[in-house]
C-alpha cells in the first residue's frame, strides 16, 4: 500500500499541498497491507447503494510501519487490536479480514 | 461595530406533511419579520443543505425575498452540511460588519420526512468525500461516530450507559419544548436497549430526520442581545485523516477564537447549544469546547453536571437529538433556545437568567464547525 508523506503527517490519501510547510506532497513508500483494528462499528442501517450488505463492519485500520490510518470493510466480527490483512481489493473497496493464525 | 439580533422564530419540528420546504421557510421568516417590522431587510442569507437533492427545490433566496415582498435586495443559500445555518447567520453577520448591510434575515430550512431513511442516509452522505475509499467501504455518518464511540470507551472508563444518559439527558428537556420533534418521555432502559443503528449507537443516539425551519432578524441597530463572538473553522474530510480521532479540531479552533473575540473564557458561559447530531458528538464537543477537560466528558454526563440547572447547561431545547435535525435549520434553531433563554422565557428556563450563550454547529464528521457568543445587553 502507499502511504504519502509530508512533515510528519502520513496519510494514505495523497492530497496536493502540505498544511505545514505549504509544499507539494512529494514523498511516498509503501507500507504492508496489514496492521491493527484501531476501532470499529456494525453498520446495520446503511445506504442505499450498500443496504444489501448490512450488518457489515467499517474498521478503521492502524497500518504496520506508518502513522496513517485505513479505512476498510470487514465482513467478520472484530476487535480494537486485532490483527488484519488485505483480504482484497474490490470496486474501490479495501476489503480486510482477520489474520489466520496457523 | 456590533451585531444585535432582533427577532427570532421556529416552526414546530418533526414531520410537517404538510407543509412544502418553502412553507416552511416563509412561515419561519414570516414570523422572525413581523416581530422586526421596524427594520428594513437588506439581504436574505438561508441556510440548507439538500434542497436541491431531496426536495427538488433550490433558488430559496429568492423566492423569501418575492414572497415575502422584501423588494430587489441580494439573498444566497448557504451549504455547509448540518452547519449551514450557522454558517447563514456568520454570513449575515459578517455581511453587517462590512458595512454593506444595516438588517439582514437568516432563514434556515430542511424537508426530509417525505423520503424513505435509505435515501436521506444516501444524500446525508453527500456530506463526506465521495471520491475515496472511505465511501466504498460504505462508511456512513452515524458509522463514523459509532468507530468514535468504540476508541472513546476504549481509552476512557466510559460505557453505552454514557451515551445513553447523555441522550436521556436531551429527551427529558425536549418534553419541556413545545415545538421539539420528540415529545414522548424515555427510559434509560428503553435507550439502551433500542434498535442497533452503527454499534455501539443505538436509535437514542443519533438525530432524527425531520422537517422544520427557523430565522432571525440581525441588525447594526441595538436590541436587548447582542452577537460578541462568530468563528468558523474547518477540519478533516475523512475519517482516516484524522490525527487524532477522538478530537474534532475544527470545534476546538473555532471555541478558541471565538473566546477570544468575545474576550470570555468557556467557563464564563452560562447555557449553552451543541450540535449533538449523535451522542458522541456532544460527548466530544463538551470537551473540545473546554467544559470539561478532555477524555473526561463521561465523567461530567455521569455527575449531570450538563443538566438544566446544572454546572455548564447544555442543550436545554433537547439539543439535534431530541428537538429534531432539520439540516439547514439547526444552526439557527440554536440561537432561537439561546436567545429564548437570555430574554428569561425559554423551555426549561435556567433558574438564574442566563448573560452570556454559547451555540456550536456543525458539518459533516467535523469538517466545518460555527460557534457563535451572545450576550444579554
Redesign the interface.
Known sequence: MKIYECCGVESVTKKVYCSTCRQEIKNEREVPDEGTVYSFTVIHIAPAEYAHLAPYTVALVQLKDSTAKLTVRIQESVQIGDPVQLDEMKDGTYIYQKVRTA | MTVYVHSVSMTKFGNNENASLKDLMLTASKEALDEARDLKIDAVFVGNYMGGSLANQEILGAIVANDLGLGPIPTAKLEGACASGGIALRQGILGILSGEYESVLVVGVEKMKHAP???V??FI?SAMDQT?????????F??FF??????YF?ETGANKSHLAKLALKNRENALQNPLAQFQKPATLEEIMNA???????GLFDCSPITDGAAAVVLSRKPSDIKIVASAQASGPT??????D?LSLPAIRISGQQAYEKAGVGPEDIDVVEIHDCFSMTEMLAIEELGFFPKLEGWLAIEQGKTRVNGEKPVNTSGGLLSRGHPIGATGVAQFYQLVLQLRGHAPNQLEKRPRLALAQNLGGTGSYSVVHILERV
Open positions: 431513511t435509505a435515501t442516509t444516501q452522505n475515496t475509499n472511505e465511501r466504498y467501504a460504505g462508511l456512513t452515524p458509522g459509532g468507530v468514535v464511540a468504540n476508541r476504549h434498535r442497533m443503528i452503527t454499534d455501539p449507537l475523512m475519517m482516516q485523516d484524522a490525527i480521532l
